[in-house]
C-alpha cells in the first residue's frame, strides 16, 4: 500500500473516531526486526509537538509491535496525557510486552478481534550480563524467569535453602 493510502486510511480513522492519529510501529519481518527503545521517546515528541492543538480532545495511538525496553512506556505515557485530555491505543494486530505496557496506560485499548496483547517480560540487559556465544559482542539479557530459575535450582538441586547462604549465591 502506498503512502497516499496510508495517510487516507488514517484520516479515515480520525475522522471516525474523532482523534488525531499518531502511528507507532515497529518492525517485526524476519531478520529486519526493531524494538520499542529510548530513540523513539524524542521521535513521538516531535510527532506530538506538530498535533494542531494541545492538548487535542482525543489522541489514539496505532500500536503495532513486538515490544522492546520496558521504561520506554513509562515515559511515553504521561507525554501523551500532557498532549490530549484523552488518550487512546488501536491494536490490529500485536502489542506485546513493552507495547502491553504502554497500552495498559491508556484510557481505552481498542483491539481488532484477532489482536493480541502480550506477556509482560521484563529483561536486563548491561554490562554484567553474559556475552553471546555468537562473536557479536552482544549482551544476552536476563529475564525475571531466568532468575527464578536460578534461585530454583540453587535450592532444589544444590541442596542451599539456608536465606544467608541463598543471597551469596545470588551475588555472582
Known sequence: MGLNERIALIK???EIRGSSVICFLTGMRPNVQSQIADDSVRVIYDHLLLLPARPVGK??????SNGGSGTVPW????????FSASFNVLIPYRAYSAATLLALGADEIVMHPFAELGPI???VTNEFNPLADDGSGRRLGISVEDVKAYVTFIKTTVGITHED???KQLRF
Do not use: A
Not at 59 to 64: A, W
Not at 75 to 82: A, G, K
Open 121 to 123: 517480560d521484563p529483561t
Open 75 to 82: 515515559r511515553l505515557v504521561p507525554l501523551f496525557r500532557e
Open 165 to 167: 547462604e541463598l543471597v
Open 12 to 14: 479515515k480513522i480520525e
Open 59 to 64: 489522541l489514539d495511538i496505532y500500536l503495532v
